[in-house]
């Protein structure tokens, strides 16, 4: 980040965010190079230390864009409790205000606000009058997958491949930790 992103911003509007609703997640396309900021910052500024309770990651999409380590130390994707959030919700309310951007660049500044205010008001009315089909479609989805099932039959299949290729628990667990490592060692390659 040269230039174009002031980490200022997400500062400010992650400590209103955690004051607002004591969340636990922090998910931005950019905490790859913001967390790092953050922790920085939080050592000389002390009211800013309780940010650093939120749990950082990285949206699914922009994880793929990255490079590999960051993929792997940010990705939100492995996190407990981050369930399946995709992390692009941001990208979806753009999607739908971009086509207002051909009108609304030829309105006055306060129509403008006006005509881009009643789409936001469309689109939280449109997702509130689905979110019980949304909110049961993902439940009935990650149902199977639940934490307990999905951890045996992740246990049973590693347990499997490892019969199969003849390698003990200790070198998974091994390779587990280098890939961990090569991950967060920026001198390793």
Not at 22 to 27: A, I, T
Not at 39 to 66: G, I, Q
Not at 104 to 125: C, E, F, P, Q
């Amino acid at each position: 980040m040269y230039r174009g992103e002031i980490f200022a911003y997400p500062v400010f509007l992650q400590k209103e965010l955690q004051a607002a609703t004591k969340g636990q997640f922090y998910c931005t396309d950019i905490v790859c190079k913001y967390w790092p900021y953050l922790e920085k910052l939080a050592v000389s500024m002390l009211e800013l230390r309780p940010l650093l309770r939120m749990r950082p990651f990285l949206s699914v999409m922009h994880a793929k864009a990255h490079s590999t380590k960051c993929e792997i130390i940010w990705s939100g994707k492995h996190q407990e409790g981050a369930g399946t959030t995709a992390g692009e919700e941001v990208e979806m309310v753009n999607s739908y205000l971009s086509p207002c951007a051909l009108t609304t660049k030829y309105m006055t500044k306060s129509a403008r606000n006006d005509m881009l205010t009643v789409h936001a008001i469309g689109w939280n009315r449109r997702k509130q009058d689905s979110l019980h089909l949304a909110l049961s479609t993902r439940y009935v989805k990650i149902l199977p997958r639940s934490h307990e099932t999905f951890q045996k039959a992740e246990a049973e299949s590693l347990e499997d491949l490892s019969r199969e290729l003849g390698c003990p628990d200790s070198m998974v667990h091994q390779w587990v930790h280098d890939v961990r490592q090569w991950a967060t060692d920026a001198t390793v390659f």
